[in-house]
Nanobody, 124 residues
């Protein structure tokens, strides 16, 4: 069983930056595909970014391209999301997720493990 714990969320002004971390425990996720999703108040959870097992393939939703960077450190069993130029519309609970296949995928239904989420609030 894999446990995922997100950290790094908080309150930031528009234009600011945050770095989210997702620490995995229970087993190594070095061969897992990993992703970030978010859920804003009153909205469905949506895909943000995904990365394959090696870090060599990444995907982003259009609204975060050029501002967010996903990365991973397999030696530390940790996933990251660097978020720059934050906007109020980025306000949401951010979830990390992992799946058994090593590829980068965007559909949340394909993910096997989920963290509890970390709140990101961007003030205008």
């Amino acid at each position: 069983q894999v446990q995922l714990v997100e950290s790094g969320g908080g309150l930031v002004q528009a234009g600011g930056s945050l770095r989210l971390s997702c620490a995995a425990s229970g087993r190594t996720v070095s061969n897992y595909g990993m992703g970030w999703f978010r859920q804003a108040p009153g909205k469905e959870r949506e895909f943000v970014s995904a990365i394959n097992w090696s870090g060599g393939r990444t995907y982003y939703t259009d609204s975060v391209k050029g501002r967010f960077t996903i990365s991973r450190d397999n030696a530390k069993n940790t996933l990251y999301l660097q978020m720059n130029s934050l906007k109020p519309e980025d306000t949401a609970v951010y979830y990390c997720a992992g799946h058994f296949a090593g590829i980068a995928i965007t559909s949340e239904r394909d993910y096997n493990y989920w963290g509890q989420g970390t709140q990101v609030t961007v003030s205008s």
